[in-house]
């Protein structure tokens, strides 16, 4: 009897042990805003860089720069023509996308300097590599465009077919992450353009925005425009956690501080999380 009664607390304690162990496994962090900024009509692209936030703010045509500590707008500019759409910046140089033909490079301060042309495109998001080459995603063909530091073009990279390519980022192997609107994942191509992988994420319907963090490159950030904001894990594509509170997710950022801005286009706003442990 006392064998049995030994037996059934061993068999016990293993049962408790193996359900922490799948709980601890499975466990998803969900977070809510901490803050929401308002005042912007359609907002599309966001990047971090430094004490400043870029962002697209689409339906009132400008590019607006925030203060990252305080939301407060310090400075705003707009295209000669069209809607700005994706932007990148590196250095003092700022690319804006306007969704038609054209990409525009400004300084950070706004002095619009050059005009670079896709014919017959829908440019959607803009790069640069660490060579300098600049990226240009076309919306409709799963091309990409690939520019010299002289405006030259070089070379134009294929990245599958009906794949709706949106943005792009690099990591610091330079190898170059294409998220696709309706392929449920995001393609990894080396700096020749051959696929290495492609990390499936099978709970996204509509990608939009994907941030790699420099200082964490084992997970990628994904919004997705049906309402879900994602940290997934590259090697396996699990997620790990979930931010809630966003009508429909265009893009994503993270600070310096760590908290994740969250770009809301019809809910017309940002939302940032912080960065809890």
Not at 193 to 203: K, Y
Not at 210 to 217: F, K, M, S, T, Y
Request: glycine share 8%; aromatic share 10%; hydrophobic share 35%.
């Amino acid at each position: 009897m006392k064998f049995l009664q030994l037996l059934s607390i061993f068999l016990l304690v293993c049962f408790i042990q193996a359900a922490s162990a799948a709980t601890k496994t499975d466990h998803v962090i969900v977070r809510t805003p901490s803050k929401t900024i308002t005042g912007f009509k359609r907002p599309t692209s966001i990047q971090i860089v430094g004490n400043e936030v870029f962002l697209t703010d689409s339906g009132n045509s400008t590019i607006k720069v925030l203060d990252v500590h305080t939301g407060a707008e310090l400075r705003n500019f707009s295209l000669p023509s069209g809607q700005p759409h994706g932007l990148f910046v590196k250095g003092n140089r700022l690319l804006v996308t306007d969704h038609n033909e054209k990409t525009y490079s400004f300084t950070l301060s706004g002095e619009l300097y050059a005009v670079h042309y896709s014919p017959n495109t829908h440019s959607v998001s803009v790069a640069i590599d660490y060579n300098g080459l600049m990226y240009i995603n076309e919306w409709f063909t799963c091309k990409i465009n690939v520019f010299n530091v002289d405006g030259t073009k070089s070379h134009t990279l294929r990245v599958g077919s009906s794949c709706y390519a949106r943005k792009v980022q690099f990591d610091k192997q330079g190898n170059l992450y294409v998220g696709k609107h309706y392929k449920r994942g995001v393609s990894v191509y080396d700096r020749k353009g051959s696929l290495i992988r492609t990390i499936s994420l099978p709970t996204v319907s509509f990608m939009e925005g994907i941030h790699l963090n420099p200082l964490d490159e084992d997970f990628l950030n994904v919004a997705d425009r049906s309402g879900k904001v994602l940290k997934v894990e590259i090697a396996t594509g699990k997620v790990v956690e979930k931010f809630t509170g966003v009508s429909a997710p265009y893009d994503i950022a993270i600070g310096p501080d760590g908290k994740v801005w969250v770009v809301d286009l019809s809910g017309d706003s940002i939302k940032i999380y912080c960065n809890e442990k």
